[in-house]
T-cell receptor
């Protein structure tokens, strides 16, 4: 069965600094998608970034980028120039590219941004 | 465009009571799903649907029922609430059946079962 592991329950970063959140996953599939979702204190989840497994190039969205290491089954999120508004829970998620609609989420990392 | 709307946002039940969490989306999404979020456990899939009349079980379906009579609505029913069902529930939808689509979430419903 596929699993997603986030080993850092909580992280802190100084405003304007860079932080990396870790995510590892386990799958025997070769085609899949990986996501990072943000859950601010308001509770509503929003997509931060998405990576397709068949693409070697790491996805980037403004200050957010990923380090996707397919062989190591690692999918970390780097947040550059951290802002107070980045404080939230961050969830890593996985889904196979075909045959199922079952997204699998990690347990989350709470990010604190220090002024 | 309201997106995904969940009601109620908060609910307190007594053990054994029944209730329905409502979820509606106005984006014509085929895929809809229900998750529960518990501390230290992330989001776990309860049930999902890929279209009207089609539903399937997720990781933790016991104690919950769903139906999908229209594209827009996907209610989650608790027939006999138990304290173990105390949680925050999220409805999410997507317009891409290829699984690559972004999940759009509702604001969540906090349920407490006494």
């Amino acid at each position: 069965a596929q699993t997603v592991t986030q080993s850092q329950p909580e992280m802190s970063v100084q405003e304007a600094e860079t932080v990396t959140l870790s995510c590892t996953y386990d799958t025997s599939e070769s085609d899949y998608y990986l996501f990072w979702y943000k859950q601010p204190p308001s509770r509503q989840m929003i997509l931060v970034i998405r990576q397709e497994a068949y693409k070697q190039q790491n996805a980037t969205e403004n200050r957010f980028s990923v380090n996707f290491q397919k062989a190591a089954k690692s999918f970390s999120l780097k947040i550059s120039d951290s802002q107070l508004g980045d404080a939230a829970m961050y969830f890593c998620a996985y889904i196979r590219s075909s045959g199922t609609y079952k997204y699998i989420f990690g347990t989350g990392t709470r990010l604190k941004v220090l002024a | 465009n309201a997106g995904v709307t969940q009601t109620p946002k908060f609910q307190v039940l007594k053990t054994g009571q029944s209730m329905t969490l409502q979820c509606a989306q106005d984006m014509n999404h085929e895929y809809m799903s229900w998750y529960r979020q518990d501390p230290g456990m992330g989001l776990r899939l309860i049930h999902y649907s890929v279209g009207a009349g089609i539903t399937d079980q997720g990781e933790v379906p016991n104690g919950y029922n769903v139906s999908r009579s229209t594209t827009e609505d996907f209610p989650l029913r608790l027939l006999s609430a138990a304290p173990s069902q105390t949680s925050v529930y999220f409805c999410a939808s997507s317009y891409e059946r290829s699984n690559t689509g972004e999940l759009f979430f509702g604001e969540g419903s906090r349920l407490t079962v006494l």
